[in-house]
C-alpha cells in the first residue's frame, strides 16, 4: 500500500485504542481491492472529542470508527443519526457527507450474523452483561423475535435498566437472573457472554453450570483474543456448538466499510487478516 497525496484515510478513535484490531482488517480490505485508501487508530481523549469531531466536516477523510469511550459522547456532535443508533444511543461508525455527519450503529448487523441459521422465534437464550455490547445483543435477538430471554449481570442494576429499555422497545417480557442463580434455569438454545471475562489481559473463567448448555445449545462469546476462551472450550466439551466474536467484529467493519466506500468488502479477506494476526 503506497501512501500519496491523494489517499484518503479511515480511521478509529477511542482511548486507550493502541489494541484496536481494526486497522488489520481494514487495510488488508483496501489492499486487495487496489482502493486508495488506508485506515489508522487515533487515541482522541474525552477532553478533545468535540474538537475533532467538530472538525471532521472541513477534512477529507473517509470515515471514521468510534470506540470505548466514545460511542455515546459522539452523538451530540453528529447531525443525523440511523435508526439503530437512535434506539441504541451508541454510534460506532461515522459518515462524512457534505450535508453534515451522519452516525450509525453496525454492532447490530455484526451480532445478526452470529446467529444465521438459529431459529430465533422459536429460541431461549441468556445474555451475561448489561454492557454496550450487550444493549446491541438484547436489541438484536428482540427484533428478530426471541422466544424467551434472560439477563443476569454482575451489577444487578444495569441488568435492570436494561431490561427496562428491551421490554418498552419492545413491549416484551424478559426475565433478570441473579448473576450466581443461572443453575435455575432450562437449558437453553443460545447463551451469550458480553462481558470481558476470559479476555487476553482480563482472565478469569464463566463458570456456568452445564444443565443449562446442551448439543443444542448455541454458545457465543464475544471475545475473539484469545479465539477459544475457557468458557467456549467447556461449552465445546458438553457438545455445544460455540463461536467466539470475531464474526461480529468482521462484519460490523465490513458494514462500516459499505458505509463508506459503497463497495462490497472482500469479508473473508479481512477475517483471514484478523485470524493470521492473533
Ligand atoms: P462494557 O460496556 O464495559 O460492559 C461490560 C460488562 O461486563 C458489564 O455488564 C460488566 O458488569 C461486566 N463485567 C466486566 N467485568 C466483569 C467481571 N470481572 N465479572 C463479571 N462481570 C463483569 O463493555 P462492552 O463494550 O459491553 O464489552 C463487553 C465485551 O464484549 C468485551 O469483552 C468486548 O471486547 C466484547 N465486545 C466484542 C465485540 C465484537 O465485535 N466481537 C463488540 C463489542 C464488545 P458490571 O455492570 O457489573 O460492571
Redesign the pocket.
Known amino acids: 500500500m503506497e501512501i500519496k497525496g491523494s489517499t484518503k484515510i479511515a480511521l478509529v478513535i477511542g482511548h486507550p485504542i493502541a489494541h484496536s484490531l481494526s486497522p488489520i482488517m481494514h487495510n488488508e480490505a483496501f489492499r486487495r481491492l487496489k482502493l486508495d485508501n488506508c485506515y489508522i487508530a487515533i487515541d482522541i481523549a474525552p477532553d478533545g472529542l468535540a474538537h475533532f469531531i467538530k472538525s471532521l466536516k472541513f477534512t477529507n477523510i473517509l470515515g471514521v470508527n468510534v470506540t ?1 469511550p466514545h460511542k455515546e459522547a459522539v452523538i451530540e456532535y453528529l447531525d443525523e443519526l440511523s435508526e439503530e443508533a437512535i434506539i441504541l444511543r451508541a454510534v460506532n461508525t461515522i459518515k462524512i457527507t457534505k450535508d453534515g455527519l451522519i452516525g450509525y450503529n453496525t ?1 447490530v448487523f ?1 451480532f445478526e450474523k452470529c446467529l444465521e441459521g438459529i431459529d430465533i422465534p422459536k429460541s431461549s437464550a441468556l445474555i451475561i ?6 444493549k446491541a445483543v438484547v436489541y438484536t435477538l428482540c427484533k428478530l423475535n426471541v422466544n424467551k430471554l434472560y439477563i443476569t ?3 444487578e442494576e ?1 441488568a435492570q435498566n436494561l431490561i427496562r429499555f428491551v421490554s418498552n422497545l419492545f413491549n416484551r417480557d424478559v426475565s433478570l437472573i441473579p448473576f450466581d442463580k443461572w443453575n435455575t434455569l432450562e437449558p437453553l438454545d443460545i447463551v451469550v457472554n ?4 476470559g ?1 487476553e489481559g ?1 482472565g ?1 473463567t464463566i463458570d456456568i453450570p452445564p444443565s443449562i448448555i446442551t448439543e443444542r445449545t448455541t454458545v457465543i462469546d ?3 483474543n484469545p479465539p477459544e476462551t475457557e468458557f467456549l472450550k467447556k461449552a465445546k466439551k458438553i457438545g455445544a456448538k460455540t463461536l467466539n ?2 464474526k ?2 468482521v462484519y ?1 467493519g465490513a458494514t462500516s466499510f459499505k458505509i463508506w466506500t459503497g463497495i462490497d468488502p472482500p469479508v473473508e479477506t479481512m477475517e483471514n487478516a484478523i485470524k493470521e494476526y492473533i
Open positions: 470505548i454492532d455484526g452483561g448489561a454492557g454496550g455490547a450487550a449481570n454482575r451489577t444495569k458480553a462481558t470481558p471475562i479476555m482480563v478469569g464475544l471475545i475473539y466474536g470475531l461480529m467484529l460490523q
